[in-house]
């Protein structure tokens, strides 16, 4: 079957250092992957989407890279702040999204 | 939240009961979903449409069923809730679903905390 799949259910890590959460897919090869976030008690919102040929996407702090020999999107957030203590979602796309479970990042001050 | 709004926020049912979530929008999206998020399960899509009277099943569609007979409402009912429904649910539009355009990204609405007791 086609699955996503976040590895990680949680990472903490110190202020100021860089977060990196994994996204992998199998038996699939999606056009594109997004990345959401989501806070305790609300809906996930949006925040990259990376196409299959693009190697690499950034947005302030933020950077998503796709690779597709290992089928496996990797999201970065450099000099982490606790404001960005959330869960984060990989998706792929098709008829509809297909969701990963998400990783919660906690970061310490 | 993107000019979603879903109804009821909070809702507690007895089992048995018909229970009715309401999603609406205000961006004129030709597509919205159901899903519900638990713990370990992350977020699964119950229904989608993609049209008015246009819907079609997800992955966990037992036991709900849906209606959209004006692009900006989608309802999700429960006819006989049970305590394996007691779960998060969340409403999200997009406005394709191509599976290679930017345009599938979604927007989510609040969700509703449903607990079937």
């Known amino acids: 079957s086609q699955k996503i799949e976040q590895n990680s259910e949680a990472l903490n890590i110190q202020e100021g250092k860089t977060a990196t959460l994994t996204c992998n897919y199998t038996n699939y090869s999606p056009a594109y992957l997004q990345w959401y976030r989501q806070d305790p008690g609300r809906g996930p919102v949006f925040l990259l989407l990376?196409?299959?040929?693009?190697k690499e996407k950034r947005k302030e702090r933020l950077k998503v890279t796709f690779d597709t020999t290992l089928k496996q999107s990797l999201f970065h957030i450099t000099a982490s702040q606790p404001a960005d203590s959330a869960t984060y979602l990989c998706a792929r796309g098709g008829t509809a999204l297909i969701f990963g479970k998400g990783t919660t990042l906690s970061v310490s001050s | 939240d993107a000019g979603i709004t879903q109804s009821p926020r909070h809702k507690v049912t007895e089992t048995g009961t018909p229970v009715t979530l309401r999603c609406h929008q205000t961006?004129?999206?030709?597509?919205m979903y159901w899903y519900r998020q638990d713990p370990g399960h992350g977020l699964r899509l119950i229904h989608y449409s993609y049209g008015v009277k246009d819907t079609d099943k997800g992955e966990v569609s037992d036991g709900y069923s849906v209606s959209r007979s004006k692009t900006e409402d989608f309802l999700l009912t429960l006819e006989s809730a049970t305590s394996s429904q007691t779960s998060v649910y969340f409403c999200a539009i997009s406005e394709s679903a191509s599976g290679e355009s930017s345009t599938d990204t979604q927007y989510f609405g609040p969700g509703t905390r449903l607990t079937v007791l």
């Open positions: 961006e004129n999206h030709r597509y």
């Open positions: 990376i196409r299959e040929n693009e």
